[in-house]
């Protein structure tokens, strides 16, 4: 059996890769590496193609602890964000329950879609997405994948995410399969009933450990996680031996820190915040926060651009994610084509990790600004964006779903999910999608169980 994104040999090239992206000169140790056996690649997956000896992984452990000691991860601070925000972020909700409560079914239900969408495709580049799409007869796509008329020489060049394909193509979708975008939703929102604005970071870390199978947690999530198992304090989980902590992990937990708080930014951030912390730092923290403003900013606001207006203030001007985010939205409105824009994406991008947040953030900019409010040419522009497919899928369908409602959704992309949601939470095997979304609405005006 090979362990994904906790072996040392593994760990410690990526730790290279975000020790120099944070100024550190790790060259010394690179070259330690290298004498010892290792190789130089590093692993486009979680793990490498050959198992170290117990020698070289011990050899790995040791080059861990000394990237940690000279690129040191500190926590994302929560102050300067809200100070950034400001009272201006505080919007109390007055309007329509009603209104509210069919933005938030949309809002789980665009999720659902958008992921699913995503999910046949995940790790296959934006190349192989579109020869898939072109030799189906399905570019540009508009519709679910198929591999209906798929010829077998573009199935073997670009195979289909293999534990996704037998339940996420248009020919088998019975209701929404499990997956971690949305196991992670259905978590918060438990911990959210349970806890309210009294929630802690311990509280999120046992809550992991309780009910997340460790096989169904990835990059910084699984090492936090192993941490956790370690006797790491919940405080530093996401300190040690994490070199994924500006990867997009905690981006796909926030959306329901912000339908939890519609219209008020500033809580929805500090709800956010106590979860990203656990596994993420920098960026990465900082995307869940701007996915949580996002999502309640589209609660209440009347169009998406105004939701990512209101989202950009939790971004520090000129940090990487501010950067990112701004470049996606200035793309995504701009007079060139859908594949240009794309393609200067990518070329301020692609250097980047497929699951890093800088350039998935960057997409879900780029198709909420392109997409217009249109729920389907959103999705699909973030999913042929080619990086992780099924968690910008999933962010961007729960924005617009959010700003349209349910009864905006096309039935398209609505009825095959028959509102089931699958998950590999402890409980029923299949939620009801429209019971969460109640049970979100419900939030916004009840205390917490554990106050009652």
Not at 101 to 114: F, K, N, P, Q, V
Not at 205 to 227: C, I
């Amino acid at each position: 059996m090979r362990l994904t994104w906790v072996q040392p040999e593994d760990l410690l090239l990526h730790s290279f890769v975000q020790a120099r992206a944070e100024g550190a000169d790790v060259r010394p140790l690179e070259r330690r590496w290298i004498e010892a056996g290792g190789s130089p690649e590093v692993p486009v997956g979680g793990a490498a193609d050959v198992p170290a000896s117990p020698a070289l992984r011990s050899v790995a452990a040791g080059l861990l602890d000394a990237v940690d000691d000279i690129a040191p991860a500190t926590h994302l601070e929560l102050a300067p964000v809200l100070a950034r925000i400001g009272t201006s972020g505080t919007n109390v909700l007055n309007g329509d329950r009603g209104d509210l409560a069919d933005r938030i079914h949309g809002a789980w239900l665009g999720r659902a879609s958008g992921c699913l969408l995503g999910k046949p495709v995940e790790k296959i580049p934006r190349a192989g997405i579109e020869e898939i799409l072109r030799s189906t007869g399905r570019w540009p796509l508009a519709d679910w994948f198929t591999a209906d008329g798929l010829p077998p020489e573009v199935g073997a060049r670009w195979p289909w995410n293999r534990r996704s394909a037998v339940t996420s193509l248009a020919e088998n979708i019975d209701g929404m399969p499990e997956d971690d975008d949305l196991n992670f939703a259905v978590l918060a929102l438990r911990l959210l009933e349970q806890h309210g604005s009294g929630l802690t970071t311990e509280q999120v870390a046992q809550a992991w450990l309780d009910n997340l199978p460790a096989g169904r947690v990835f990059t910084a999530e699984r090492v936090a996680y192993r941490n956790l198992l370690e006797g790491v304090d919940p405080e530093r989980a996401a300190l040690v031996r994490n070199p994924f902590r500006e990867w997009i992990g905690a981006l796909i937990r926030a959306d329901v820190h912000g339908w939890a708080h519609p219209g008020d930014v500033r809580a929805a951030v500090a709800s956010a915040w106590v979860d990203a912390r656990l596994s993420h730092t920098g960026a990465g923290a900082e995307g869940a926060l701007w996915a949580a403003a996002l999502a309640s900013a589209a609660l209440v606001a009347p169009t998406v651009d105004q939701a990512l207006e209101a989202a950009s203030m939790v971004l520090a001007p000129g940090a990487p994610l501010e950067v990112a985010v701004r470049r996606g939205t200035e793309l995504g409105r701009a007079a060139s084509s859908d594949a240009v824009a794309l393609d200067a994406l990518h070329a301020d991008f692609g250097h980047l990790h497929w699951v890093h947040v800088l350039n998935n953030a960057a997409t879900i900019a780029f198709a909420l600004s392109r997409g217009g409010g249109d729920f389907g040419r959103s999705i699909a522009l973030a999913v042929t964006a080619g990086w992780d497919t099924d968690s910008v899928g999933a962010t961007v369908g729960g924005v617009v779903g959010a700003v349209v409602g349910v009864h905006g959704l096309p039935e398209r992309w609505v009825k095959p999910l028959d509102n089931r949601l699958a998950t590999s939470l402890p409980g029923p095997a299949e939620l009801a999608i429209d019971g969460l979304a109640a049970a979100t609405s419900a939030l916004s005006t009840h205390e917490p169980r554990s106050a009652r």
